[in-house]
C-alpha cells in the first residue's frame, strides 16, 4: 500500500523559502512519475511541478517557474520540493502524489496515489 507524507509546510514572510518534502512507504519513487499540488481555498488542485520516473524530464507550471525546484533522494525515497521567493498568492496546501504510467507531464494529469498535503502560508 501507498503512502506518502508530505512535511516542511508552515508561515514564512514574502520573498521567503521552504523545503518541503514527500516521504514514501510501500512503493520505490524511483519507479514512478512524482507530481507536486496545491489547493488554496476556493480553487481547483493545480499541478505545480512534476518529473519524469527518469527525470530526464520536468514539468513546472509557469507561476513556479525559477521559483520552485523538485529533487529526489532515492537512497531516503524521499521527494523534495524547494520553493524560494515565495509570494502571497502560494499559500495553499501542498500535495505529493505518485503516478505510474508514462504520458504527458503537461499540468501534471494522472495522479492517483495522494498524501495528506501541508499548508504553506505566506504571509507578513
Known amino acids: 500500500q501507498v503512502q506518502l507524507v508530505e512535511s516542511g509546510g508552515g508561515l514564512v514572510q514574502p520573498g521567503g523559502s521552504l523545503r518541503l518534502s514527500c516521504a514514501a512507504s510501500g512503493v520505490t519513487l524511483g519507479a514512478y512519475a512524482i507530481g507536486w499540488f496545491r489547493q488554496a481555498p476556493g480553487k481547483e488542485r493545480e499541478g505545480v511541478v512534476c518529473v519524469r520516473r527518469s527525470g530526464g524530464s520536468i514539468y513546472y507550471a509557469d507561476s513556479v517557474k525559477g521559483r520552485f525546484t523538485i529533487s529526489r533522494d532515492n537512497a531516503r525515497n524521499t521527494v523534495y520540493l524547494q520553493m524560494d521567493s515565495l509570494k502571497p498568492e502560494d499559500t495553499a496546501v501542498y500535495y505529493c502524489?505518485?503516478?505510474?504510467?508514462?504520458?504527458?507531464?503537461?499540468?501534471?494529469?494522472?495522479?492517483?496515489?495522494w498524501g495528506q498535503g501541508t499548508q504553506v502560508t505566506v504571509s507578513s
Open positions: 502524489a505518485t503516478r505510474y504510467a508514462a504520458g504527458s507531464l503537461y499540468r501534471c494529469p494522472g495522479f492517483d496515489s
